[in-house]
């Protein structure tokens, strides 16, 4: 059994802040992971992809992968009210998705 | 941008009622997937489609089945709905023959089953 595990939270920060979301999986196989947001009520959006070890940036979000250690994580830089939501990572398996039940991030103002 | 639409966002239905739920994407995906999503459960996989007329169980198919006869449009099933699956539904999308990746999903459909 494919297993991706987050912490379920709430994660909080302040206004402005570095939220770090974090990951493990347990298919050493996993070669392709996603990060999707979900605000309450509404399904999720895909907002990050990363396949290769390291870091990959898209504006104030950051994806970091370390297969050897089986972890991917989430940066949101410069926190928004806005981005207070459920973040849901992904991982692939052989032929399908396998969702972490997600973290919920509460940005105050 | 992508669109995947569902029929509805809002559905009641009775116990042992035939239940169709239905999904359009307008991207030419080749691939198209139905989940639900419970509180503490997460979301999970109930059946998958990676080309017309074919079709692959997911983790919890028991109670539903799925129609793909247009590569756009794929069905969910509820053969008798039950108390138990009352749930969100959501129908997701993706464009990589033949993979799961970088899955598009429509806006959902929470059924409640009386």
């Known amino acids: 059994q494919k297993e991706v595990e987050q912490n379920s939270g709430p994660l909080s920060v302040p206004e402005g802040a570095i939220a770090s979301l974090n990951c493990t999986y347990s298919d050493r196989g996993s070669q392709s992971f996603f990060w999707y947001r979900q605000y309450s009520g509404k399904s999720p959006e895909l907002i990050m992809f990363?396949?290769?070890?390291g870091d990959k940036e898209d504006g104030r979000f950051t994806a970091q992968l370390n297969k050897a250690s089986q972890y991917v994580s989430l940066l949101i830089r410069d926190s928004q009210p806005s981005d207070s939501a459920t973040y849901l990572c992904a991982v692939t398996g052989d032929s399908t998705l396998t969702f972490g039940k997600g973290t919920m991030l509460l940005v105050s103002p | 941008d992508v669109k995947v639409t569902q029929s509805s966002r809002y559905l009641v239905k009775r116990t042992g009622e035939k239940v169709f739920l239905e999904c359009v994407q307008d991207?030419?995906?080749?691939?198209m997937f139905w989940y639900r999503q419970d509180p503490g459960l997460g979301l999970r996989l109930i059946y998958f489609s990676y080309d017309v007329k074919m079709k692959e169980k997911g983790d919890i198919p028991e109670g539903y089945s799925v129609s793909r006869e247009k590569k756009e449009r794929f069905s969910l099933i509820l053969e008798s709905a039950s108390t138990n699956q009352t749930s969100m539904y959501l129908c997701?999308?993706?464009?990589?023959?033949?993979?799961?990746?970088?899955?598009?999903f429509g806006p959902g459909t929470r059924l409640t089953v009386t």
């Open positions: 991207m030419d995906h080749e691939n």
């Open positions: 990363i396949y290769s070890n």
């Open positions: 997701a999308s993706s464009p990589t023959p033949g993979s799961s990746y970088e899955q598009y």
